[in-house]
């Protein structure tokens, strides 16, 4: 995704035009739109934005409408780049999550138990404050997005690695894992599904 901004930042350049990238990113829970107005909504959105610093500075006030935080990351492609890492550690953190949920229970401890004491300590993460309490221990099973969503997520990011000649074990065991759970039929499943298909996912890593 980088590669293409920085293509399309370059023919623009060629064009006289100054491109800049506007992405999504670090978005709090919204209600469904039908819940709330539009604005009230978009309002929420937080954004980061990659290209000219100086385009930026002259258009950053059309994006305070729509936007609760702006942040200018660098030229062009870092803003996507950045959404990539953002993603890949985000889903980690969820899976890695789930992992010691399962092992706690496997241990007698009660996984609301866990999330209480994680939320009160360094273990604390969006996922335990967030997605384990309203979509997983609530059993509603609707964190909104595919696990589709996170594979692709992984894949580009530990494509995008590659590309900088960076490793990343923990990223790509994370992708691994979504690709078990894609083969086992989950692309249209909720990701909060994860947690419950955590052990057989396991179980099937590395088996191809």
Known sequence: ?????????????????????????????????????????TGKIKVTNDG?????????????PIAKQIFHIGPSGAGHTLKLVHNMVCHTIFLSTCEGARM??????????????????NARSYASEVRFPKH?????????????????????????????????????????LLNVAMDQGMENTDFAHLYPRFDDIVADLGKK
């Open 136 to 176: 997983i221990l609530s059993e509603k099973w609707d964190a909104r997005s595919r696990v589709y969503n996170l594979r692709k997520d992984l894949t580009m990011a530990v494509a995008t690695a590659g590309a900088l000649n960076k490793k990343v074990p923990l990223g790509t065991v994370t992708r691994d």
């Open 52 to 64: 000219d610093k100086a385009a930026f500075d002259r258009t950053e006030a059309l994006l305070k």
């Open 104 to 121: 706690a229970e496997a241990a007698g401890i009660k996984v609301a138990d866990m999330i209480r004491v994680f939320n009160s300590s």
């Open 1 to 41: 995704m980088s590669l293409i901004r920085k293509a399309i930042s370059a023919l623009a350049w060629a064009a006289s035009v100054v491109a800049l990238a506007v992405v999504p990113a670090l978005a709090q829970p919204l209600a469904k739109p039908a819940e709330r107005p539009l604005l009230e909504v």
